[in-house]
Each structure stands twice: as structure tokens, then as C-alpha cells.
């Protein structure tokens, strides 16, 4: 690449592309109370072993998963309205805070020039309900949820969506995410990712921290710089 192509690159548009729960909040108890009392009233006792091996997958995913194939897409739709409509309750009445190091790296971003886009398999009353809580609709230039895309993580649809909604070109985004099926959907979209190791032990990743306070100033724009995704 000569000096003009590398001028070009690096004035193209750049976006992130945020994972949620788990990545830019925690709000995993929410979940977990809430698909207990769903589950309860469809007798089903949810241990948390299990809730923890499906958590932050597919509504349908996860019931699919409980009750089997053949669960009529009528429950699948009943059960899993009961299960965000609590959700968003308790998340309400309980208030939720954003995870070491994201406030300073949302602004920072914005104030940058970043697109930024939120790409979760939560449904977008979710997110809104978030957002709304956190007052951060400004920070974001688009969302794109499970209702948009037909296949979750580690499929890379979410992440090449949401990249397209924000009109960035899959090599100028970076993906943060704290599950493996998020940071590989990552690599499969063509993009660069950062790892978050709020609730796993390793991750593949470009970059892998414990929390987002302690990437270096410049880890973004390093990211982008002249390099491919991995």
C-alpha cells in the first residue's frame, strides 16, 4: 500500500460495534430472575448451571434447547414476551450501571468521530429500555437486535448488519464482545475484536482484557492501522 492508499484508509469511515450484556453492562441477575419466574410458571426449575450455559443466546435458542425442537412457535413467542417483560421491570426498578472503563471509551469514541453501533441478540425493547435507563441514545448511530437478523452468533450476520447501517466497510470496524461466539462472529465478518473476559476464561481475539480501563489510549486506532483483521 503506498502513501496516498494509506492516506485514504485511514480517512475512511471507522465504526464499533458493541456486544451488551456482558461487554458494555452487566445485567445477568435480570436475566436470570426473570427466566426462573417464566420458566417456573411453565414447570420448569432452571438451575443456574444450566442458565449459565445459554445465556446470551436466541430466546428461541434457549427454548428450543429447554423444551425441545418441536416447541410451537406460539409458546416460543408467549413465553419469551412474559420472560422481556419482566426483564425490563426488574431492570427498571433496580437501575443498571455501565462496566469498568465503557463510559470513558463511549465518549471517547463519539468525541473521536467513531460510529457506533449496538448489535446484541436482546430484543430491541431491551435495549431501549437500557439506553433509556443510561441515557445514552446520543452515543449510538444504529442498533441491530435478533428480530433483525435470522441467525445468531457465531453466524457474523449481526456484525455485517450493523456495519452496514452505519455505512462503515467490515475491515474499518472493531467488534467488543466477552463471548467466544461474539468475537469469532467477529472474525468471520472480517473485523477486528476486542475481548472482554467478564464471564469466559480466554478468548480469541486482537485484544483480550479484563476490563475496557485497561486498553491503552491508542488501542482503536491501532487496530485500523495498516493492519488486517486476524
Given at each position: 500500500m503506498n502513501r496516498t492508499d494509506r492516506q485514504i484508509t485511514s480517512n475512511a469511515p471507522r465504526a464499533v460495534l458493541w456486544d451488551m450484556?456482558?461487554?458494555?453492562?452487566?445485567?445477568?441477575?435480570?436475566?436470570?430472575?426473570?427466566?426462573?419466574?417464566?420458566?417456573?410458571?411453565?414447570?420448569?426449575?432452571?438451575?443456574?448451571?444450566?442458565?449459565?450455559?445459554?445465556?446470551?443466546?436466541?430466546?428461541?435458542?434457549?427454548?428450543?434447547?429447554?423444551?425441545?425442537?418441536?416447541?410451537?412457535?406460539?409458546?416460543?413467542?408467549?413465553?419469551?414476551?412474559?420472560?422481556?417483560?419482566?426483564?425490563?421491570?426488574?431492570?427498571?426498578?433496580?437501575?443498571?450501571?455501565?462496566?469498568?472503563?465503557?463510559?470513558?471509551?463511549?465518549?471517547?469514541?463519539?468525541?473521536?468521530?467513531?460510529?457506533?453501533?449496538?448489535?446484541?441478540?436482546?430484543?430491541?425493547?431491551?435495549?431501549?429500555?437500557?439506553?433509556?435507563?443510561?441515557?445514552?441514545?446520543?452515543?449510538?448511530?444504529?442498533?441491530?437486535?435478533?428480530?433483525?437478523?435470522e441467525r445468531g452468533k457465531p453466524d457474523p450476520l449481526v456484525f455485517l448488519a450493523a456495519a452496514e447501517k452505519v455505512g462503515v466497510v467490515p475491515s474499518r470496524c472493531v467488534v467488543v464482545e466477552d463471548a467466544p461466539a461474539g468475537t469469532e462472529a467477529g472474525r468471520r465478518a472480517g473485523m477486528h475484536t476486542i475481548g472482554v473476559l467478564s464471564e469466559h476464561s480466554a478468548l480469541q481475539a486482537d485484544i483480550v482484557v479484563h476490563t475496557l480501563e485497561e486498553l491503552p489510549d491508542a488501542a482503536f486506532d491501532d487496530l485500523l492501522d495498516g493492519s488486517q483483521p486476524s
Open positions: 450484556d456482558g461487554t458494555l453492562l452487566d445485567s445477568s441477575k435480570y436475566h436470570w430472575q426473570s427466566w426462573r419466574e417464566t420458566l417456573a410458571a411453565e414447570s420448569y426449575e432452571l438451575s443456574r448451571e444450566k442458565f449459565a450455559s445459554f445465556f446470551g443466546q436466541r430466546n428461541d435458542t434457549i427454548l428450543h434447547a429447554i423444551f425441545g425442537p418441536h416447541y410451537s412457535a406460539s409458546d416460543l413467542r408467549r413465553v419469551s414476551d412474559v420472560k422481556e417483560k419482566s426483564y425490563r421491570e426488574m431492570l427498571r426498578a433496580g437501575g443498571i450501571v455501565l462496566l469498568p472503563g465503557v463510559e470513558r471509551w463511549l465518549k471517547r469514541l463519539h468525541a473521536g468521530g467513531w460510529k457506533q453501533a449496538i448489535a446484541s441478540s436482546a430484543p430491541l425493547l431491551n435495549i431501549e429500555a437500557i439506553l433509556d435507563v443510561l441515557n445514552l441514545r446520543n452515543v449510538f448511530d444504529a442498533i441491530v437486535t435478533a428480530e433483525d437478523v
